[in-house]
């Protein structure tokens, strides 16, 4: 069983940066991809963006490319999600995730993560 705690998030000015991080329990964090999905009021959980398990490929949603990075902390059982030039349509719900089945690939399909963290309210103003 892995558990996700996250952190971070807040309320911030558009063009302004969060850094949400999300630490991981139990199993070998090392062997899983992770990733970073956002769910605004009355619309699907989309995703965000992904690193594998070796942290030898990354991806991101073209919303948020250029502007979000994501990374892994291995000694610490962490990843973080460095959030910069934020735009109010990225007010949202943010979760991170767990993908057992995958170290070299990654996915963004929601249905595809095993486990979730509790969510962190991201709100931007204008």
């Known amino acids: 069983q892995v558990q996700l705690i996250e952190s971070g998030g807040g309320l911030v000015q558009a063009g302004g940066s969060l850094r949400l991080s999300c630490a991981a329990s139990g199993r070998t964090f090392s062997n899983y991809a992770m990733g970073w999905f956002r769910q605004a009021p009355g619309k699907e959980r989309e995703f965000v963006s992904a690193?594998?398990?070796?942290?030898?490929?990354?991806y991101y949603a073209d919303a948020v490319k250029g502007r979000f990075t994501i990374s892994r902390d291995y000694a610490k059982s962490t990843v973080s999600l460095q959030m910069n030039s934020l735009k109010p349509e990225d007010t949202a719900v943010y979760y991170c995730?767990?993908?057992?089945?995958?170290?070299?690939?990654?996915?963004?399909?929601?249905?595809?993560?095993?486990?979730w963290g509790q969510g962190n309210q991201v709100t931007v103003s204008s």
């Open positions: 995730a767990a993908d057992s089945q995958r170290y070299y690939g990654l996915t963004s399909l929601a249905g595809e993560y095993d486990y």
């Open positions: 690193r594998s398990g070796n942290g030898g490929t990354t």
